[in-house]
């Protein structure tokens, strides 16, 4: 059976509570403002690299023409900025290899 559970950020917070001992707000306080950081890099286009995890790129794409999918009719797509992520080796081989027990 696959996992369906969703990680929130209360779960992230509540897992380095108990990992690192700080106060249940200090690990608050240090998630947002790791996410925030990560944010702040995406926003100015910057790369984020996290070893063993993966990469956040920024990427840009061009106008073009596309189609409603509803009507059939041509729509223009305005140029937009996208996140893209790649995961890591190790992340894969993790996913890859881990086995979901009952």
Same mark, same amino acid.
């Given at each position: #059976? #696959?996992?369906?559970? $969703?990680?929130?950020? /209360?779960?992230?917070?509540?897992?380095?509570? =108990?990992?690192? %001992?700080? !106060?249940? &707000?200090?690990?608050? !306080?240090?998630? =947002?403002? $790791?996410?925030?950081?990560?944010? =702040? /890099?995406?926003?100015? %286009?910057? $790369?984020?690299?996290?070893? %063993?995890?993966?990469?956040? &790129?920024?990427?840009?794409?061009?106008?073009?023409?596309?189609?409603?999918?509803? $009507? %059939? =009719?041509?729509?223009?797509?305005?140029?937009?900025?996208?996140? !893209?992520?790649? /995961? !890591? &080796?190790?992340?894969?081989?993790?996913?890859?290899?881990?086995?979901?027990?009952?």
């Amino acid at each position: #059976m #696959m996992g369906n559970h $969703t990680v929130t950020r /209360a779960d992230l917070c509540e897992a380095v509570h =108990e990992e690192v %001992g700080l !106060s249940r &707000q200090e690990c608050s !306080s240090l998630v =947002e403002r $790791t996410l925030e950081l990560i944010v =702040e /890099a995406l926003e100015k %286009g910057d $790369t984020v690299k996290l070893s %063993g995890f993966g990469v956040f &790129q920024v990427r840009e794409k061009r106008a073009r023409m596309g189609r409603n999918p509803k $009507t %059939g =009719e041509p729509a223009a797509i305005n140029p937009r900025r996208v996140i !893209s992520f790649r /995961a !890591s &080796q190790i992340m894969k081989s993790r996913v890859h290899d881990a086995v979901v027990e009952a």
